[in-house]
């Protein structure tokens, strides 16, 4: 009967231990929750890998995606540059340059030094054929010493096509 009480003891400590290290017993050893935000920087992330292996529609999709959880993250948290500039960049991929300029406008009237706003506002410019705005987000990125900065600038010299 001991044998029997220990054995079963044992079993229960071994798979409660388990569980717990797999975050099911308590909030310390649990995984944090994906928000809106992060799943769709996820999709945007498989975007410009299917863009890059020229799958357009899937990229598309992946866009899509993107744009919906971002609408929710801003709703829920607004005013946030990052969100913004990500809404800006799916709205702006997926073919609504006027609307992707407000998003990135309303993220650079928060953070007017945001690095990821100022070079994708810079690549809109280049895709509307306004060069001269363009330039003026290039020389705000001028003093980052980014690779945003490289990459504008190479696309502004036509010497690049817009990857993003």
């Not at 992330?45 to 899509?64: P, T």
């Not at 070079?119 to 054929?129: D, H, K, P, R």
């Amino acid at each position: 009967m001991f044998k029997k009480i220990l054995i079963t003891s044992f079993f229960c400590l071994f798979f409660s231990l388990n569980a717990f290290a797999a975050g099911d017993g308590g909030s310390e050893g649990s995984a944090k929750k994906k928000t809106n935000y992060d799943k769709a920087v996820s999709h945007i992330k498989f975007a410009k890998k299917y863009e890059k292996k020229g799958k357009e529609e899937k990229a598309k999709k992946s866009y899509e995606k993107a744009q919906k959880l971002l609408v929710l993250s801003n709703n829920k948290n607004p005013n946030k540059p990052d969100t913004l500039n990500y809404l800006g960049f799916t709205t702006r991929k997926l073919g609504d340059y006027k609307n992707g300029e407000k998003y990135y406008l309303q993220g650079l009237a928060l953070e007017p030094m945001h690095i990821g706003i100022n070079e994708y506002l810079g690549e809109l410019y280049v895709a509307t054929n306004r060069l001269d705005l363009a330039k003026e987000r290039l020389k705000i990125l001028e003093s980052c010493k980014c690779e945003e900065y490289d990459q504008l600038k190479a696309i502004i010299e036509g010497t690049k096509k817009s990857k993003y």
